[in-house]
């Protein structure tokens, strides 16, 4: 069948393309001890991997479905409703520009960014089109001239220079719906049911059916698809987040800490999906949220059991973040992201035993670095695969990485043909990487903190050393030798197993990974 669509719809989807969509405010909350979030849950529909999504109620419930209509406000009442998206030839090319001062692969360091080009003037976007990037504000540098003329601005010499995206669109996708025999065409709807209970079923990119708390709705985003954003209250998005991040088999101090981490880090990090008018993502971007499937009696009881409570450092929210595994030491913020440094984030060996005297041996001297990662007993987190690994990788995969890295950054080393060197040029007290050189064939260039992780593949966190592997040929490649997943910054989640085996409340496995912190009860001055 084929969809006639009038003329006057193509104009909204336009304008999200263009950014000057004007979206319904996400609502205030409803109790200041469980303010609703507003979480993406599908944060690209209508991309080429995801085109259809089937949403329905439970067993004797109905989906009510809003949007407005050519003759105004229409409401169904349904089972379920399927939304497919379908590529729409416009009647002229449209062109889509950006100017991106920066990128990054954290939220963290493009907000620093951000902040940093703020103080110069220039008004700034954070957007997340696949890597996170710092746009100039595009309300300000609305016209190709303004936007040309800010890029002139900048010194050529500058390291990393900001540039001009251009797309040319020739399709855009069109969300179409049947309901009651008719076909519709709207970029925004709203769906709840008399439950609060709606599945999610998508088809074309193998996710599972999951289920969800709240209140849906679907919106335009800045990057041409659209979002489906769960709303839903903080102490319900625990229960899709808390077994999911720590695991079915933690203890139980050990869920209850998580909990408390989980409702501070979403409380704090309200602001990164400003840009679209949501507030927080559903992967590992902010935390792992997949809704009600998986909950158990464990998690709601460690969810009731600290209700409300949150983390604070002179009486305001902390910046919760956590990691699945530091390698035996956590990193203070500044080693792995750029911004103020937050005081509460250091590094701590991570052990109860004296295994490591880090005031008399510090980790940014390389025997001292290597001699730290030979150790293999003493720490929390023993026992777990991803304490220490050792990955060798050959110069063809390097090369590979580095290339699209470059591309992705427009650099005009990108053209290189092979990597003659790896060297880590700076190291911090607590081992991070902070500088690793890079030299090439056409040139060289220094990556610094976690642009090391998306650059290069093969490290699974900044706590490594180099080896390099050679053959008859010369060099072959490189031997990754380190510990820990992630950023390692704050909580190790395998270290707060071996604690709370231990038989440590929450509260102390809080204050061992972040002194000088205080537990507190939610309050409006927190979230204000």
């Known amino acids: 069948m084929m ?4 003329q006057q719809y193509f104009q909204p989807i336009l304008s999200f393309l263009l950014g000057t969509v004007i ?21 690209r529909f209508g991309n080429p991997k995801l085109t259809q999504l089937t949403l329905a109620a439970t067993s004797g419930d109905r989906l009510t479905v809003r949007f407005k ?10 089972p379920t409703i399927q939304l497919t998206t379908r590529l729409q030839n416009l009647s002229s090319p449209q062109i889509v520009e950006r100017v991106v001062l920066s990128s990054h692969r954290s939220f963290e360091s493009a907000e620093a960014s951000a902040t940093a080009w703020q103080s110069r003037g220039i008004l700034t976007d954070i957007g997340q089109p696949g890597n996170w990037e710092v746009w100039a504000d595009r309300q300000t540098y609305h016209t190709p001239l303004l936007r040309r003329l800010l890029i ?23 969300i179409t719906w049947t309901l009651n025999g008719q076909d519709y065409s709207q970029p925004q709807l709203s769906i709840t049911s008399q439950k609060k209970l709606i599945q999610v079923r998508s088809v074309s990119d193998g996710r599972p059916d999951r289920w969800y708390a709240g209140e849906m709705r679907l919106q335009p985003n800045a990057y041409g698809t659209f979002t489906l ?21 933690a203890p139980q101090s050990a869920v209850e800490t998580q909990a408390i981490l989980a409702r501070t880090y979403a409380l704090r990090n309200l602001r990164r999906f400003a840009i679209d008018q949501y507030q927080l993502c559903a992967d590992t971007q902010c935390q792992v949220y997949w809704g009600l499937n998986d909950n158990n009696n464990r998690v709601n009881r460690a969810i009731a059991n600290t209700n409300g409570l949150v983390l604070t450092y002179n009486n305001q929210l902390i910046d919760a973040v956590y990691s699945s595994t530091t390698g035996g030491i956590t990193a203070p913020f500044h080693d792995v992201w750029n911004g103020e440094e937050r005081p509460y984030l250091k590094a701590i060996v991570d052990s109860v035993n004296n295994v490591w005297d880090l005031s008399k041996r510090s980790l940014a001297n390389a025997d001292n670095f290597r001699a730290f990662i030979e150790k293999r007993q003493g720490f929390n987190e023993v026992g777990w695969r991803t304490f220490r690994w050792q990955i060798s990788v050959n110069l063809s995969k390097l090369n590979s990485d580095l290339r699209k890295y470059l591309q992705s950054k427009q650099s005009p080393l990108s053209k290189f043909r092979s990597i003659q060197r790896l060297t880590v040029a700076e190291r911090s007290p607590s081992g991070r990487v902070l500088k690793l050189d890079v030299i090439t064939d056409i040139g060289s260039m220094e990556l610094i903190k976690d642009e090391i992780l998306r650059a290069f593949e093969p490290p699974r966190s900044t706590l490594f050393y180099l080896d390099p592997i050679y053959g008859t040929d010369g060099l072959n490649g490189y031997s990754f030798v380190g510990g820990g997943l992630g950023h390692g910054v704050g909580l190790s989640q395998t270290g707060s197993y071996r604690l709370a085996d231990l038989g440590w409340t929450p509260s102390r496995i809080l204050n061992f990974y972040y002194p000088g912190t205080t537990l507190q009860p939610l309050n409006s001055s927190l979230i204000n």
């Open 3 to 6: 969809f006639y669509i009038p």
């Open 23 to 43: 979206l319904t405010p996400i609502s205030t909350a409803r109790a200041v001890n469980n303010p609703e979030l507003a979480v993406g849950i599908v944060q």
């Open 69 to 78: 209509g050519e003759s105004g406000d229409l409401s169904f009442q349904v």
């Open 152 to 174: 002139s601005s900048f010194p050529s010499n500058q390291t990393s220079m900001p540039t001009l995206k251009t797309e040319v669109i020739h399709q855009i996708p069109q």
């Open 229 to 249: 954003v769960n709303q839903v209250p903080v102490e319900t998005y625990l229960r899709g987040v808390v077994p999911h991040e720590i695991g079915p088999g």
